[in-house]
């Protein structure tokens, strides 16, 4: 590896004052008054990669988040459409090529992708601390310290909080415990299908289905290669009975949750599935899934996943950044993310820390919950992702 | 100043070009491809590859869809040359002919879809006349691929032959139809030696442009067996970057091949110019 400015970890950094590039980095900034940050923030550009694949989400970001930064703080903000794996790419190649005035402010990331960034080096530095609205955070929460497995260490802030769902249209009697499901698919040849598992998608539902083979969500709280060796098999085998009875019987699966989502609207699949249990009503609204679309949280059990803002090595704003994160963070901007017509997903507020009039809000927006609570499951290690990448095609789809 | 020097320079900007771009683009992904440093020797990769029956899948289909398009574009290319040479002397079917070269590529693999899916227009039209439809998109046998590089690389053919066409002799074709050749003898003796190296070039052109294209097969091939480009994006990407050194060794194989088969395929193409022109 080549020279660069060290990443500033909180307690190290006072100690070697590294003079190159001159760039603030978190622990400048992180003994700056917020005011001060918000005052160098204003007139400021920035930019943030995400993924770009869900017209509720980007409603949300340019008809919500970006005119009240604009507002409020003169703060300029676009988004930049991308899949995480292919900006963390041209993080590394910029990193490797010490270039500081990167194109992106913010990072929308979690789970094995945080990971990524984190061990190569990718990522801003620790800075949830300096953020204000870090206050309406439930800090006990698990996922605030770790992502999947990963220490979070500061390093990313959580933003929102989703539940894996499935959605049937034109089924009398939907499925609702995996094993339904999967009889379910039996019923209905051709009927069902998932995304490639190098889709976070496809890859969710396989997951589900390390639940189903687990005896109890304590086997895989923690990575455990002698489970995987013991179980791994039967995991593979409940696939490879459910291929056959899969569109196109398995022979090949749908690349994205987009081309799925294309074939239910087509009428060619009666179901999808995704993290975020309200993602059907806005697509519902605008026409593209079917009126009769019904949503189901899998009560045998559905994986919750929380995902999260972040900040690249070499943004060029970082003061900008942090007042965006922030402002993302608030209630005002959770509650509105909320709104079934634009994205409709979960809050990561902590209730007893808004006001009385913001947790009314909340609870009318919320509503009647597709998952309650108890049926929730936690989401697995990244090493389990990178099990299924590396098993999938060659136990499931090569077997046939 | 000599003309080879005077060629030289005019290159330059190019050469230039692609020695930034291109030729450091190469060069990291064969360094990347190493295994610098490892118990296992410095091509573990390139071995891993050649052990791995994924790989082995991709490149079989690769090459049947890229010689399979190839062939069919060059043949039909050829076919609709020789039909409209005489009317392609007008601008406008000139420009009807090559219109498709506009489209790009994923936008043709989306028409394709439309028209051949499933729940596409001509299944619905054979369903409304009581039909079936066999499925020719996302299949295994790689129709629907085909199809979109068939219908996209058939006027860029036509753009290669026209010239040899309307450049041809027609006094020879006269000729030979009064000595009483057949329609077969005379294309193989007026026509075939002057269109043989351009088909040959252009074919390199196509199937080296198919084997290494990504969108059209991400969209309209299947899960197992992808092909090569498609392969290589998800070891690119996938698990924690942990296969991108086998991503990098495919690639630079396919680019070695590409290379071996170009000088190949031109030195033929030229041996047999060579050869026109003495006869001549």
């Known amino acids: ?26 622990d400048t900034l992180s003994e700056a008054p917020w005011e001060e940050i918000e005052e160098a923030a204003s007139g400021a550009e920035i930019s943030m990669y995400m993924w770009g694949g869900d017209e509720g989400i980007n409603a949300y970001m340019d008809e919500v988040v970006a005119p009240h930064l604009e507002e409020e703080y003169d703060i300029t903000f676009s988004r930049q459409p991308m899949d995480a794996p292919e900006f963390l790419s041209r993080l590394m190649t910029e990193r490797e090529a010490d270039s500081m005035d990167g194109s992106g402010d913010i990072l929308w990331i ?47 802030v959580p933003w929102g909080n989703v539940q894996y769902a499935f959605q049937f249209q034109g089924a009398e009697d939907p499925p609702e415990t995996m094993e ?96 975020n249990e309200h993602r059907a009503e806005s697509l519902i609204e605008q026409g593209t899934f079917p009126e009769d679309t019904e949503t ?48 409709g997903e979960g809050h990561i507020l902590d209730l007893d820390a808004v006001s009385s009039g913001e947790r009314d809000e909340i609870e009318a927006m919320v509503g009647e919950e597709v998952v309650p609570q108890e049926d929730a499951l936690p989401e697995l290690d990244a090493r389990y992702v990178d099990w299924i990448q590396d098993n999938w095609e060659q136990e499931v789809v090569q077997q046939r | ?54 790989f082995h899948a991709a490149l079989g289909v690769s090459v049947y869809v890229a010689f399979v398009s190839t062939m069919l574009s060059l043949l039909l290319g050829l076919l609709v040359t020789r039909t409209l040479t005489s009317w392609m002397k007008s601008d406008t079917w000139k420009l009807g002919a090559w219109f498709p070269m506009l489209i790009p590529h994923f936008v043709g693999a989306y028409l394709i879809l439309l028209f051949f899916a499933p729940t596409g227009w001509f299944a619905s039209a054979a369903a409304s006349a009581g039909l079936g439809f066999p499925v020719m998109v996302q299949d295994t046998a790689y129709i629907g691929v085909i199809l979109t590089y068939v219908w996209k690389e058939i006027p860029f053919v036509v753009l290669m032959l026209l010239p040899v066409y309307q450049e041809m002799d ?81 690639m630079v194989l396919l680019m070695l091949g590409s290379i071996l088969l170009a000088l190949l395929l031109l030195t033929t193409a030229y041996r047999w110019r060579e050869r026109g022109r003495s006869h001549a």
């Open chain 1, 1 to 26: 590896m080549k020279r660069y400015v060290p990443l500033p970890l909180l307690l190290a950094a006072a100690a070697c004052a590294d003079g190159e590039g001159g760039a603030e980095d978190a």
């Open chain 1, 180 to 275: 339904e499901l999967l009889d379910w698919a039996e019923e209905n040849p051709g009927s069902m299908t998932y995304p490639d598992v190098s889709n976070d998608t496809g890859n969710g539902f396989v997951r589900h289905i390390l639940h189903h083979v687990a005896e109890s969500p304590e086997d895989l709280a923690e990575y455990d290669e002698a489970w995987l060796e013991e179980n791994g098999d039967d995991v593979w085998e409940t696939l490879r009975e459910l291929a056959p009875h899969l569109w196109r019987e398995g022979e090949t699966y749908p690349d994205s949750l987009s081309q799925q989502d294309q074939l239910f609207a087509d009428g060619e699949v009666s179901m999808t599935l995704g993290f």
């Open chain 1, 110 to 156: 979690n789970g094995e992708n945080f990971r990524t960034a984190k061990e190569n080096e990718l990522l801003y530095g620790s800075f949830a601390d300096m953020l204000p609205n870090m206050d309406y955070i439930n800090e006990e929460a698990p996922y605030v310290e770790n992502d999947m497995g990963t220490a979070v260490e500061g390093m990313q």
């Open chain 2, 170 to 250: 027609g006094r020879m074709q006269e000729v030979s139809r009064s000595l009483g050749a057949g329609r077969w003898t005379g294309f193989r003796f007026t026509e075939w030696p002057w269109v043989r190296p351009v088909l040959l070039e252009t074919g390199l052109i196509l199937f080296v442009f198919v084997i290494g294209a990504f969108e059209v097969p991400a969209l309209l091939g299947v899960t197992y067996p992808s092909m090569v480009p498609v392969l290589a994006f998800d070891w690119f990407y996938q698990s924690g970057w942990s296969t991108r050194p086998l991503a990098q060794a495919m």
């Open chain 1, 296 to 343: 189901i949280g899998l009560t045998s059990g559905s994986i919750s996943s929380v995902h999260y803002l972040s900040m690249p090595f070499n943004t060029t704003e970082p003061e900008a950044a942090l007042v965006a994160i922030n402002y993302m963070l608030s209630p005002e901007a959770q509650i509105a993310k909320l709104e079934p017509s634009r994205w």
């Open chain 2, 1 to 54: 100043m000599s003309s080879s020097v005077k060629s030289w320079l005019l290159l330059l900007p190019l050469l230039v070009f692609m020695i930034l771009f291109v030729g450091q683009g190469m060069f990291r992904a064969f360094q990347e491809s190493l295994d610098v440093g490892g118990s296992s020797g410095i091509f573990a990769n390139y071995e891993a590859l050649a052990a791995d029956g994924t």
